[in-house]
């Protein structure tokens, strides 16, 4: 399931408009092949802080037994790593040195990691309610993603570099080879197994899930990150704007000052505006009627341009109507 899309950023330098096409290119395959899984959680662009130390990380992969770090990198001709792991690429027939991508990716993923360590009494359950649990024997991978047009030079690549190389296409095949899924959730029974995989529980990959949301640092600080209450339920709301801004990298997310209207709720059946919860479900969220007992979508056609593609999102205790359309997000009042 897709928990986070990429946010874009208009810019007039080439490099960050190839940068951003490529994490889009990825973030497309990675939508493809789960957008449905429930055992696959995506989040593109993230950025955190822990012990003052900052983590940018392209794409994060958790999954039943781990999590998988995707580096998107933009490379436009030919690329070859030597036998001490040393990158170099060529740009219009010239050879220069690069920072390696496998070991960028490395430092994010040792930030994520001790971040989710030092919360893991927040996010994992205890053994019989006394042992605490940890991360210790949950899988901790990561990858770089080769711009498709790129020639990889693969003739003197160390084998453990070559195993993380992989073209932009080739990501979902690629993480699927590195996730070894079974084919359903495991479960107790799994641990009759004579090789088993520490996994975690539908209820402990929704609360990582939902901390790591919590933890990004959004680019604007003053535009919320609409996250889902539900982790089942999570639909990115960037879905048709992903796809149309590929070719063209210049969506923006609309500033707070757009928020210029505000909804009121009503129960559908008795009209009251008052004593109304707020839940969610099978179908998004909704309110349920403390007089009448009744259930009311939250989902309402835009305010501002009367289109019906909208949904609802949830900041903290704070919801919103986001409209695909016209992209204003229009706070909901309870």
């Not at 190839?18 to 092949?33: H, I, T």
């Amino acid at each position: 399931m897709i928990l986070k899309d990429k946010i874009l950023t208009t810019s007039n330098s080439a490099k960050i408009q190839a940068g951003q096409k490529q994490e889009l290119d990825v973030a497309f395959y990675l939508r493809r092949a789960f957008k449905d899984h429930p055992q696959v959680f995506v989040f593109n662009d993230l950025k955190f802080k822990h012990n003052d130390e900052t983590a940018q990380i392209d794409h994060l992969i958790v999954y039943t037994y781990g999590f998988i770090l995707i580096e998107s990198k933009s490379i436009t001709g030919e690329v070859t790593i030597n036998e001490h792991q040393e990158w170099s690429r060529s740009y219009r027939g010239n050879w220069q040195g690069m920072p390696s991508p496998i070991k960028q990716v490395e430092l994010q993923l040792a930030v994520l990691k001790s971040l989710l360590r030092a919360n893991a009494p927040l996010l994992l359950p205890k053994i019989f309610g006394k042992l605490q649990q940890g991360f210790g024997g949950r899988e901790w991978q990561s990858v770089c993603a080769i711009s498709s047009n790129a020639i990889i030079n693969r003739d003197h690549t160390p084998k453990v570099t070559e195993e993380r190389l992989v073209k932009s296409e080739f990501i979902a095949d690629k993480l699927l080879q590195m996730m070894k899924l079974p084919a359903s959730a495991p479960n107790a029974l799994h641990f009759l197994s004579t090789n088993v995989r520490p996994w975690f529980n539908e209820e402990s990959l929704g609360k990582i899930c939902q901390f790591i949301l919590e933890k990004n640092i959004s680019p604007n600080l003053q535009e919320p990150s609409y996250v889902s209450a539900k982790i089942s339920e999570s639909e990115s709301f960037y879905d048709e704007a992903l796809i149309a801004t590929k070719q063209t990298i210049t969506e923006q997310v609309k500033p707070k000052s757009d928020l210029i209207k505000e909804i009121t709720l009503a129960c559908k059946q008795c009209n009251s505006a008052t004593n109304l919860l707020p839940l969610s479900g099978r179908y998004g969220y909704f309110v349920k009627c403390g007089n009448c007992s009744a259930n009311t979508p939250m989902k309402s056609p835009c305010p501002e341009c009367s289109s019906t593609n909208t949904k609802t999102s949830k900041r903290k205790e704070n919801y919103s109507l986001v409209c695909k359309d016209c992209e204003i997000s229009t706070p909901i009042k309870l």
